[in-house]
């Protein structure tokens, strides 16, 4: 029987395991690099206090606190939880963006942009579709 790795190695799946796991609209953004449409999300207008986790293996990606109204139509932060994500230069569609996964599992958050407010002044441009939320007592 094959030893079961507790350490903080990354979580891999088949595609088909994660498009079961996820779901269709889930999958396609997180496994795609899909875009959900903006205004359709349902952490966008959340204001609650606590986590913000991988909506594919519950890893904390960001924290209430850093959360801001950017207009956009995507939930946005200022800044991810320390090193929960991997950012990677993104070509694709004729732009060069940064693209913000989660580091434990690859799955696609979002992209990230220089045009943030203080203290970073970066807008992680982020999936609700990407994202599961755990709500805490305090803004920490
Ligand atoms: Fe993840």
Known sequence: MASVDQSDSKIERSEAEWRELLGEERYRVLRKSGTEAPFSGELLDNKAAGDYVCGACGEPVFKSNTKFESGSGWPSFTAPVGKAVEEITDRSHGMTRTEVRCAKCE??????????????????????????????????
């Open 107 to 140: 799955g696609h958050l979002g992209h990230v942009f220089p045009d943030g407010p203080g203290p970073t002044g970066l807008r992680y441009c982020i999936n609700s579709a990407s994202l599961g939320f755990e709500p805490k007592d305090s803004k920490e």
